[in-house]
């Protein structure tokens, strides 16, 4: 009987919490690596990730070992802004069907929620959302595995992308008025200022992207919904 209740109160062994990622977000990845001289799908193996995977977009991965693989990126390039490099050689292709959908939202509250609801298809360790507050729209997104190697470079390349998808959808000369980071400053910070074009915020509470409340109701032109 003792051993039984000693079996019951033995906390269990910690588990690490992991997520699962489509191998479409290495998309651009490789090519990036060798503009920089860099075995990128030797980074990849590193982590453990079967470079035959980036073959099939589909194809889930671990996200923490995608989270590695940035680390490791940012280490041998010696770029802290890694993310945001390679969120210029993605676009809304990368979420499969969800950018499809997202495209043919009415308008760009529509395509926000859609991705906000449905982001896990394609990434199940991130979260989104959009708050609104008087005047001002705020999308933010979190990376929902914390205290590890490469959250900082994902985080600059999420919001990159999010802002990416705005972009694609309202016209390249679009801009967000706001950036925040929670990530502290690097030491440069001009390539985040060059990569949003406004003003960057870092050590913030959120990742998001700030613009003027009207945006949402802004009517996607290349919608085909009635």
């Known amino acids: 009987w003792l051993m039984i209740c000693a079996m019951i109160n033995t906390p269990p062994h910690p588990v690490t ?3 699962l990622l489509r191998s479409a977000a290495f998309e651009g990845f490789v090519p990036l690596m060798r503009e920089l001289g860099i075995d990128g799908m030797a980074l990849i193996a590193n982590a453990g990730i079967d470079p035959a995977i980036l073959a099939q977009p589909d194809q889930t991965l671990s996200y923490a070992a995608f989270l590695n693989v940035l680390a490791a990126a940012r280490d ?10 390679i969120a210029e050689r993605q676009s809304m292709s990368i979420l499969g069907p969800l950018g499809f959908a997202i495209a043919q939202a009415p308008n760009i509250r529509e395509a926000i929620n859609e991705l906000n609801q449905f982001i896990h298809l394609h990434n199940t360790g991130i979260s989104a959302r959009l708050v609104t507050d008087g005047g001002v729209a705020m999308w933010r997104l979190e990376v929902l595995l914390v205290n590890r190697p490469g959250v900082r470079q994902q985080e600059d390349l999420a919001v990159s992308i999010g802002v990416g998808i705005l972009r694609s959808l309202l016209g390249n000369d679009w801009s967000p008025e706001l950036v925040t980071l929670q990530r502290r ?22 990742n998001q992207a700030v613009f003027d409340y009207a945006v949402l109701n802004t009517r996607i032109a290349q919608s085909n919904s009635q």
């Open 185 to 206: 400053a690097p030491m440069n910070t001009a390539p985040y200022r060059q990569a949003f074009r406004c003003p960057v915020e870092f050590e913030a509470e959120h």
């Open 17 to 19: 919490k992991d997520y």
């Open 76 to 85: 041998a390039s010696g770029l802290q802004h890694i993310g945001l490099m």
